[in-house]
């Protein structure tokens, strides 16, 4: 990367703030929550968190439906509370990314109430209005990510209006530039209060094909959180409604905005194809980075992982490395929970640290967490609770943090939180796990030390043991490997001692030569003084 800008060297968080920890015993996760947890995540070793929403917002999904992008919801407390979070973080070392989410607004924006009432609203044109089809009916075949038709229909103006996502949050148009201007100044409302940057919600959507035409029926190519869960999207290949001409143009605005601010843009962009979502970042003139999906996915097999990685690290040195977040199954319970599964997160979480990018770890997979049981009459998401899809409702990845045993395990003082703990044990918490060296807690703190005291660099990446259960890298003096087999498997070391500067399974300092053997579900990071 040139220049090294700050986040090279950082490592991400992303704080799911309704779960992360509740101040004022409502059951809910807030913002003066999260500032007294600080002290965690600097102590855990991690330099820059992503917020998920806290604006005005009505919550038919979470937050992500903004009534006011310039004021904090008072379920999440106050601008004067993001003031002092944002300045106690700062003191310690920590930068933080608001959530945007320019694709939508909530129904109940001002803009979107105004644009509703009438044809000929000034405003009208701040979303995607059309007439009914011919015969009636929506006015083309798009669907929306949580299944069903795209459009609602507005009974007193007539037209429907376009939402990729819930009815509540109707698409904004960025074909008009007071839309544009707009953001830019919520953007600006946020980066003025000392705000370092934001994670970009749907950050390839955005402009939609000016003639509307219907997509193509065909496999899905997008990969994001929500794909999958309702077969609607995937029944169609999105030509026209995502991917868009005049996307990049939108982040390079942003990144021109947030140049003199020296702030972070890191894009939610689902796509599948490497090469394709390489085009978003390799110029950097648009975001720094953008996630990196397919790992949340994946089996825990040795040439998928491989494969997975490697072919993202070949596209990109502008990633952001993930394997879990408040859209998809923990790692841990996709890897086969439990202790192997705790094991296989752990030891992912070490192949995904010395990759060129940022590795951001999701709220909980430090204590290697599992997702908590939620029954389907609990449910919260509207994956569950409007689409009927229980199964694949999002709401066991952001059941409360355990923080410490007994009642409401130190996340609320109230009866019940918003969401059930979901089945957590004394073993689970924070607290339990701090005071066990051998904890995943321990362990992940341990792994997270060596982004500090990088023996990284910018050494090119090397692949090596191209096939069988290792998947292992060197750049330069290091050398990276897990063993994504069952059985215990020897690395061959290049020639030279080598030190272990890391074991998920061992303590660290031993020297090595010839081969290192490696435990089912291991991981190591071993370094060479040449
Ligand atoms: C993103 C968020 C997800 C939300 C969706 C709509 O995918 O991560 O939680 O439902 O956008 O804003
Ligand atoms: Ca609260």
New binding site residues.
């Given amino acids: 990367m040139s220049a090294a800008p700050w986040w090279c060297a950082s490592v991400g968080y992303e704080v799911y703030l309704r779960s992360f920890s509740d101040s004022n015993g409502d059951g809910i996760g807030d913002l003066p929550g999260l500032r007294a947890r600080l002290e965690h995540l600097e102590w855990l070793g991690v330099d820059l968190l992503w917020v998920t929403p806290f604006f005005r917002s009505p919550m038919h999904?979470?937050g992500?439906d903004i009534s006011d992008y310039r004021d904090v919801d008072p379920t999440y407390g106050t601008l004067a509370d993001f003031d002092s979070l944002l300045a106690d973080a700062h003191e310690l070392g920590i930068r933080v990314l608001v959530d945007l989410?320019p694709?939508?607004t909530s129904v109940e924006h001002a803009w979107f109430q105004e644009s509703r009432s009438a044809r000929d609203n000034p405003f009208r044109d701040y979303y995607i209005w059309r007439d009914p089809a011919p015969g009636g009916g929506p006015p083309n075949n798009w669907v929306s990510?949580f299944g069903g038709p795209a459009w609602t229909l507005d009974e007193t103006t007539g037209q429907y209006w376009l939402h990729l996502?819930l009815s509540e949050?109707p698409d904004l148009n960025w074909r008009n530039e007071r839309v544009a201007r707009e953001l830019d100044e919520a953007m600006r409302f946020w980066l003025e209060r000392g705000a370092d940057g934001f994670r970009i919600?749907?950050a390839d959507g955005l402009v939609k094909h000016p003639n509307l035409p219907d997509n193509p029926v065909a496999a899905a190519t997008w990969v994001?959180?929500?794909a999958g869960i309702a077969s609607d999207w995937g029944s169609l290949e999105h030509v026209y409604d995502v991917g868009q001409p005049g996307v990049r143009e939108i982040h390079r605005r942003w990144r021109a905005l947030v140049e003199p601010y020296g702030a972070l843009l890191v894009g939610?962009i689902g796509l599948a194809d490497p090469e394709a979502l390489a085009l978003y970042v390799n110029d950097q003139d648009g975001l720094h980075l953008t996630f990196w999906f397919e790992p949340m996915e994946i089996e825990w097999e040795a040439a998928t992982i491989r494969k997975s990685l490697s072919a993202a690290a070949a596209a990109s040195d502008h990633l952001a490395w993930v394997q879990g977040?408040?859209?998809r199954p923990r790692a841990a319970t996709r890897f086969g929970g439990g202790d192997v599964g705790r094991a296989r997160s752990l030891a992912l979480a070490v192949l995904m640290l010395g990759l060129p990018g940022v590795p951001f770890v999701y709220q909980g997979e430090e204590l290697g967490l599992v997702d908590g049981l939620v029954l389907p009459e609990e449910a919260q998401d509207p994956i569950s609770t409007r689409a009927g899809e229980h199964g694949l409702g999002?709401d066991g990845c952001r059941t409360p943090m355990p923080w410490e045993p007994g009642h409401g395990l130190g996340f609320t003082t109230a009866q019940q939180p918003w969401l059930p703990f979901g089945g957590r044990s004394a073993a689970d918490t924070a607290a339990v796990q701090r005071d066990d060296p051998d904890s995943i807690l321990r362990r992940f703190r341990r792994l997270l030390r060596l982004r500090r005291t990088p023996p990284w660099g910018s050494a090119p990446l090397e692949w090596i043991a191209e096939q069988g259960p290792l998947v292992a890298y060197r750049r330069g003096t290091v050398l990276v490997a897990a063993n994504c087999g069952d059985e215990p498997a020897a690395l061959e070391l290049p020639p030279g001692t080598w030190t272990l500067a890391y074991a998920t399974q061992e303590p660290e300092g031993r020297e090595a030569t010839g081969s290192v053997e490696l435990g089912p579900a291991s991981a190591v990071v071993l370094v060479s003084p040449a």
């Fill in positions: 999904d979470q992500y989410i694709n939508h990510v996502f949050q919600d749907a994001g959180p929500p939610e977040s408040h859209d999002r």
